[in-house]
């Protein structure tokens, strides 16, 4: 059973995590989860991480962290 502070965090990931969904698949911002500043930096995010997929392809990303 999660304790408040958990549930409060599982909810702030979740926005997070629907941020950067829509901002890599979708590049446009869900208006109904606008109000939350987690999904707004995961939106924020999601671009960034698809533009890199477009720029380099999904086989390159992280490729020189290998080393």
Excluded: W
């Excluded at 500043?37 to 290998?66: H, P, Q, S, T, W």
Aim: overall charge positive; hydrophobic content about 30%.
């Amino acid at each position: 059973m999660l304790n408040p502070l958990e549930k409060k965090r599982q909810n702030y990931l979740t926005f997070y995590k629907d941020g950067i969904h829509d901002g890599i698949l979708n590049q446009k911002m869900n208006p109904e989860k606008k109000f939350s500043a987690y999904y707004k930096r995961g939106f924020a995010d999601g671009l960034v991480l698809g533009g890199l997929i477009k720029e380099y392809g999904i086989e390159k990303i992280g490729a020189d962290n290998d080393r």
